[in-house]
């Protein structure tokens, strides 16, 4: 794949990133209000569980991708950068993974 065109794909990851980091931070912040509030508890405890992980790791990618951009030269290959740079994204969400299920609700 050309330089160029890898600059490209990694340039709409991180624009794909931010629509979803955006919509999954809504759903989720606004379900905590919610929850806070006693309104629709039952149903916003649902979302807020279902969207913390996802909310997560597309601020992660989003935040990855740009730090990536901002390392990189287009012109030369980063392959060490960008196993590094999924391993950690992968790592972390084996963690929040683990973690949701190891301790799933601390509240009872």
């Known amino acids: 794949m050309?330089?160029?065109?890898r600059f490209q794909t990694i340039e709409n990851?991180?624009?794909v990133a931010l629509i979803?980091?955006?919509?999954?931070g809504l759903a989720h912040?606004?379900?905590?209000?919610?929850i806070a509030n006693n309104f629709f508890a039952k149903e916003a405890?649902?979302?807020?569980?279902t969207f913390d992980i996802p909310f997560i790791i597309t601020?992660?990618?989003y935040g990855l991708s740009s730090l990536r951009l901002a390392l990189i030269d287009p012109?030369?290959?980063?392959?060490?950068l960008d196993i590094t740079l999924i391993v950690i994204i992968m790592l972390?969400?084996?963690g929040l993974i683990a973690i949701n299920l190891i301790f799933p609700d601390l509240n009872k």
């Open 2 to 5: 050309e330089p160029t065109k």
């Open 13 to 15: 990851i991180k624009k």
């Open 20 to 24: 979803f980091f955006l919509i999954s």
């Open 29 to 34: 912040l606004s379900s905590s209000a919610f």
């Open 45 to 49: 405890f649902i979302v807020n569980k």
């Open 59 to 61: 601020g992660l990618i």
């Open 75 to 80: 012109e030369k290959e980063h392959k060490t």
């Open 92 to 94: 972390m969400l084996a």
